[in-house]
């Protein structure tokens, strides 16, 4: 692989990353709780935040996908070439991005599945804040994992 063109496709990936959308955090209404009674504005706030960063990188698991089907079809595409150094190297990059890919998916899923905003409703104030602080982390770890898996495979299609 010829290390210009790498590093070219990887300052492609680095801009579009910058050039993704932020999730605003404008409040345009304090939200409720499940029996109805508002949320402190704070809790809201940062439920809210946190909401928005998964709403922004959940469209791009169809690309997340789509993009896992092509890595796999290019790895069967490799298996059928003849033994060589760059088929080698070709075929552990794919396979280090479709474990790439994979991986951001499953942290996608066990994000969803482990957030409960219901759970709000029984913490008090300071509880719900450790909460949400730590569902930031992980929730942000999710979206930089994701983002970066998608870029990472799109070089390396394009390079292939």
């Keep these: 692989m010829n290390p210009t ?3 070219i496709a990887i300052l492609i990936g680095m801009s579009l990353l ?11 209404t304090q939200p409720t709780d499940s029996t109805g009674a508002k949320k402190p504005q704070s809790v809201a706030v940062l439920e809210k935040t946190v909401l928005a960063v998964h709403d922004s990188v959940m469209p791009a ?3 997340l996908i789509k993009l ?4 796999i079809q290019h790895l069967a595409e490799l298996d059928k ?4 150094v760059e088929r080698h ?3 552990q990059q794919g396979l280090a991005m479709k474990a790439a890919l994979e991986e ?9 599945h482990h957030y409960n905003g219901d759970t709000l409703a029984k913490l008090n104030r300071r509880q719900a804040m450790a909460y949400l602080k ?6 942000n770890a999710m979206n930089r994992l994701m983002r970066k898996s998608i870029i990472d495979a799109q070089a390396y299609l394009v390079l292939r």
């Design 134 to 139: 730590e569902e930031q982390k992980r929730v």
């Design 61 to 63: 698991m169809s690309e």
């Design 89 to 91: 190297q070709q075929k």
């Design 81 to 84: 070439q003849p033994d060589s």
């Design 104 to 112: 951001a998916d499953q942290v996608m899923m066990d994000w969803m």
């Design 5 to 7: 063109i790498f590093f």
């Design 68 to 71: 896992k089907k092509e890595v």
């Design 18 to 28: 910058a050039c993704q959308s932020k999730p605003s955090s404008e409040a345009t």
